[in-house]
């Protein structure tokens, strides 16, 4: 993403990290049908998801309510 390494993108899910500590890669995704949001910021991010260099995927799940 944005000429960025693989290990550079950060990712969260409901606002918590999901990134595998590990291999600093991503852990896996949910199912498209369950998600209700999809972002993703390249270049500059902000401050609340800048925490990798390359850019931040944010995935939102719906409610099951």
Known sequence: MAGGLNTGVNFT??????????????????????????????????VQNGVKSSGTVSLVAKSAY
């Open 13 to 46: 899910l409901d606002g918590a990290y999901h990134n595998n500590p590990y291999d600093n890669g991503y852990m896996s995704m949910p199912f498209p049908d369950a998600l209700q949001e999809f972002k993703v910021e390249t270049g500059a991010t902000g």
